[in-house]
C-alpha cells in the first residue's frame, strides 16, 4: 500500500476533508507518488467531471492497492472513461426523489416517500464522490445546499405531521457538516415529541472515519432520541483498524449502527467479497441492513450486476452466515415509491 504525503494533521477529519483531491492534477500527483501514472487524457477528465465531480480523501486513497479499475476503491471513486457511455434505460433521478406525479418532495430540504418517515437534506455536499452515486444529479452542488429557512420549513412540516416517526439525514452527507451545525439540527429534531428515532446516513465511517470524533459521539449520545447511524462500507477493505477503532468507540458510548452496502461489478460482486463483508461488520457490531442492486443512473453500467447474478450470491450466501448478517437485497423503484424486497423472487 503506497500513500499519497501523510501529514501531521493525518488523523483530523477537517484536515482529511479539506485536502480531498478534486482535480486532474492532484489525482496525477497522488498517482505518481504511489508509483503509477494517469492514463486519463485531459478532455476525457473534464468532459466526465463537468456532469459529475470527483472528490477522494488522502485517507480513501490511501487504501488502493493497484492503480487501475482492478482494485475494489479504485473502481469506486477514480472517474473512468465508461462514465460517458449512457444507456437510453439509465435515468437522471432514478429512485424517482422528484418525480412530480407521486410529490414526495414538497420541500427542498425535505423527501416523505413513506407515511412515518422522512428524509431531511442538510447538504449536498460529500466527503468522496462516489461515481455509482444515485443522487449525482445533485451531489456536491451548492444550489442543494439547504439554507436556514429550509430547514425551518422542514421542522415545521415534521411538527405538522404527527404521523412522522423517524427522520432520517442524508444528503449529500450529513456528516460533512460541523459540530455546532449538527447538533443544532439535531436538538430540533429530538424536541419533537411525535418522532421517537433519528438516523444519519453517511459515508464518513468509510472514507474519513476521523469524523467519528468523541466529541461528536457525546452531541449525538446526549439526546433523549436513539440516533443509528447507517454507514455504507462496499468491501472488506474499507474496514481498517482506523474504521473499526472509531467505530467501536462511538458504539461504547451507545451509538448503534446500520451498514448498506451497493452491489457493484468488480467491486463486491462475489459469495466470497460479501461474506467477508458482512462477518466483518458484525464483528465491530455494525448490523448488515441492506443490499442495494445498484439504481439505473446514467453512466454507471460498467458498475451494475444483472438481478439474476444478485440473487445467486445472495442464495450461495445464505447457509454461510447467520441470519443477522444477511442484509435485505433491495431495489428502488425509478417512480418514487420506494423499495422492492428482491429475495422475495425465491418463493
Ligand atoms: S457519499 Fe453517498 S451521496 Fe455522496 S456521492 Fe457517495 S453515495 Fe452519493
Redesign the pocket.
Known sequence: MISPAKNLRWDDWTWQHGHACKDLATLTEWLEQAGSVNRMPTNVFNEITSTYRM?ITPYYFDLINQYDDTDPIYRQIVPTVEELNISTDELDDPIGDENPARGSRPLKALIHRYTNRVLLIPTAQ?????R?????RL??DTAHNAREEDLQAAYDYIRAHPEIEEVIL????PLTLGDQALHRILKELDDIQHLRVIRI???LPV?NPFRLTPELGEIISSLVKPVWVSA?FNHPSEITETARKHILNWVSMGIPFLNQT?LLQGVNDSAEVLKELFLSLIEMKVKPYYLHQADMVQGTGHLRVSRGHGLDILKELQGEVPGYALPHYVQDRSDGSGKIPLQNQWV
Open positions: 472528490g460529500c466527503a468522496v464522490y462516489c455509482f452515486c444515485f443522487r449525482k451531489v456536491g442524508t444528503g449529500g452527507d446516513h453517511s459515508r472514507v455504507h451497493v
